[in-house]
């Protein structure tokens, strides 16, 4: 199902892409975008799941032991998902209503290059008008994601995956159904886009409730500011919103910087991240997705081995798709974006600028996978409060990176940053797990994860051998591009899992060994 959206996300942007190019109005579209999904990681899927997700575990496991079921009126589950749901109905939509109505504010402070400009009427002076509008329309997402994450949650906890990683892609739906139907009505597109991003969220927020009834998980909202369950998780919530957010607060601030940049800055790293995001979305947050109820429900049971072997596990599963996806995007940079994006108003020349994004996000690639697996480790502990210092330490460094690189750089030196600073962020939480005992790298695992570096570094030489160089790429015809593409890809696959072999990695590497 992850799949399925991700493949949609792409589309997505490809045709966001035809229709918009790399400009002035891209820019402003996902900045107004990027605002509402910054806040969807705090209150929703973000630290509101990592706080909410151990404490429901905790809840259902009580009730699983007293043979209650969630349905019942009596269950303790069932309470605190009327209890959260109610609190977080009424802080999201006092949020969302400021955010439409002082959407301005915003703008001044997340594009305060775009202010200046106003202020001066200078060229770039539309772009703040044009924001300012744009978030009124796409701020109410907040709204619709946050009930939505809050459902999807109640359903990952209960064993029900696919739903709710099928939901966005009802959201990729209504943008490219929007992009299509909807721009030729506007002088300027963008309004089009900002009105599926709103009308995404309400299908998504729809298509979950029939699925919380059925898994009896759907309950009238209460206000419960004092009580226990949602008091716990307010405990929780407050240092994770800097915890599990740090990557998404460095991209804001990249944002920031990039309205002080040249035109195009934004909208390139914006389709740079997009193509991260696809092995992201699909390894990374998959997994995180699922390992963290798991590990939830192994703490609660005290079950402290099979713990650290499903973290062990997920960092191997990541790794082993995470390495050559690294490697291959790498590789093949210039031509997927090619491939997928050089159509309509994207030339040649944003080919170049968007590939270069990206090799700076790919720095940090298995950096992003192996925080949202190790973050885990300590939310369904309870534990918050460490990961909101490293978060901090990591947030601080990208600061002073961005400050350093992006002169020099520019938006290519922003990405360059994000990545560092997630790296540094990896490490410190591991560190933290080793040191407060909960999980270490076996040797066994190091040189599991050495192989399969070496392998994808083997895969990478087999694809640049055969990649032709970047002016014929630009010779061929789409078709051509494509097949091409495709070739290469099925060399990287062969080489890959050849070169596994090679080097003895079998499929007994990736079980759990239970207690």
């Not at 992850?2 to 996902?30: E, W």
């Not at 806040?39 to 929703?44: I, T, V």
């Not at 749901?85 to 802080?91: A, D, I, Q």
């Not at 700076?360 to 996978?369: C, D, R």
Request: glycine letters at 8%; one cysteine or more.
């Amino acid at each position: 199902m992850t799949l399925i959206s991700r493949v949609l996300g792409l589309i997505r942007d490809i045709v966001i892409a035809n229709i918009m190019g790399v400009g002035s109005g891209a820019d402003v579209f996902f900045f107004a975008n990027k605002i509402p999904s910054f806040l969807r990681r705090l209150f929703a899927e973000g630290a509101f799941a990592q706080a909410f997700v151990p404490v429901l575990s905790e809840y259902h496991a009580k009730d699983e032991a007293n043979g209650i079921a969630v349905e019942d009126n009596n269950s303790e589950t069932r309470k605190l998902i009327a209890q959260v749901s109610g609190t977080l109905g009424v802080l999201v939509t006092l949020v969302t209503l400021f955010g439409v109505i002082a959407s301005p504010l915003f703008v001044i402070f997340f594009g305060f290059g775009w202010f200046i400009e106003w202020l001066h009427d200078g060229e770039a002076a539309g772009k703040f008008d044009l924001a300012a509008s744009l978030l009124k329309i796409t701020f109410p997402y907040l709204w619709f994601i946050s009930f939505t994450a809050l459902s999807g949650a109640v359903l990952n906890t209960l064993g029900k995956f696919a739903v709710s990683a099928f939901t966005p892609v009802l959201l990729n739906v209504a943008i490219i159904c929007a992009a299509i139907y909807l721009s030729p009505m506007f002088v300027q597109p963008a309004y089009a886009l900002a009105w599926g991003v709103f009308l995404g969220g309400l299908m998504q927020f729809l298509f979950q409730l029939p699925f919380l009834y059925r898994a009896g998980g759907l309950v009238k909202p209460k206000w419960a500011w004092h009580s226990e369950g949602v008091t716990k998780i307010r405990k929780l919530i407050m240092p994770a919103l800097f915890g599990v957010s740090v990557t998404q607060i460095n991209l804001l601030l990249d944002t920031l910087i990039a309205s002080f940049l040249a035109m195009g800055a934004i909208s390139s790293l914006y389709y740079a991240d997009r193509l991260l995001e696809f092995p992201l979305g699909l390894f990374g947050i998959g997994i995180a997705t699922v390992i963290l109820p798991s590990l939830s429900n192994l703490h609660a049971k005290k079950n402290n081995h099979e713990f650290e072997q499903t973290l062990a596990w997920a960092l191997k599963i990541v790794s082993l798709f995470g390495f050559p996806a690294m490697a291959g995007l790498i590789v093949l940079a210039q031509p997927i974006v090619m491939v997928l994006f050089m159509h309509g108003k994207f030339t040649e020349v944003e080919v170049l600028k968007v590939s270069f994004a990206l090799y700076a996000y790919l720095a940090g690639l298995i950096s992003f996978m192996f925080i949202k697996v190790l973050a885990p480790g300590y939310y369904s502990r309870q534990d918050t409060k460490t990961p909101v210092k490293i978060g901090i330490k990591a947030m601080v460094t990208n600061m002073a990176l961005n400050l350093m690189l992006a002169p020099f750089l520019g938006y290519v030196g922003l990405a360059l940053a994000t990545s560092l600073s997630a790296t540094l962020n990896a490490f410190w939480l591991y560190q933290g797990l080793k040191k407060q005992g909960v999980f270490k790298l076996s040797a066994v695992m190091w040189l599991t994860l050495l192989r399969l570096l070496l392998s994808a570094l083997v895969m990478a030489a087999c694809v640049y051998w055969y990649s032709p160089r970047f002016e014929v790429w630009l010779a061929m015809a789409l078709t051509d591009q494509i097949i091409q593409l495709i070739i290469a890809i099925f060399i990287g696959l062969l080489s890959y899992f050849g070169s596994l072999l090679v080097f003895g990695v079998r499929v007994s590497a990736f079980k759990i060994i239970k207690s």
